[in-house]
Nanobody, 116 residues
C-alpha cells in the first residue's frame, strides 16, 4: 500500500523553527521528485519546495527562500522540510507529494500554526 505520512507539524511562535518529515512506504521514493506544498484556509494549495531524486537540485517558493530547506534521505525513504524564522503567514496544512512517470502520490498533511 502506497503511503506518504507527514509529521512534525505543530504550534510555534513567530521566529521559531519546525522540521517536517515525510515518510514514504509502498514504493521506492528515491526515484521520485519529492515536493512540499501548503494550503492555508480559503487559499489554493501552493508549492513550497521541491527536490529531485538524487537531491542535487532543489527549488523554493520566493516566500520561503533563505528560511526553508528541503532535503531527503533515500536510504530512509524520507524527505524533510526544515523551516526557520517562521512567520504567521506560514500557517497552513503542509502536504508531501511524490511524482514519477505518471504516478502522483499525496500525504494527508500536517498542520503548522505560527502564532504568539
Amino acid at each position: 500500500q502506497v503511503q506518504l505520512v507527514e509529521s512534525g507539524g505543530g504550534l510555534v511562535m513567530p521566529g521559531g523553527s519546525l522540521r517536517l518529515s515525510c515518510a514514504a512506504s509502498g514504493f521506492t521514493s528515491r526515484n521520485y521528485l519529492m515536493r512540499w506544498y501548503r494550503q492555508a484556509p480559503g487559499k489554493e494549495r501552493d508549492l513550497v519546495a521541491g527536490i529531485i531524486s538524487t537531491g542535487g537540485i532543489t527549488n523554493y517558493a520566493d516566500s520561503v527562500k533563505g528560511r526553508f530547506t528541503i532535503s531527503r534521505d533515500n536510504a530512509k525513504n524520507t524527505v524533510y522540510l526544515q523551516m526557520n524564522s517562521l512567520k504567521p503567514e506560514d500557517t497552513a496544512v503542509y502536504y508531501c507529494n511524490a511524482v514519477h512517470r505518471g504516478s502522483d502520490y499525496w500525504g494527508q498533511g500536517t498542520q503548522v500554526t505560527v502564532s504568539s
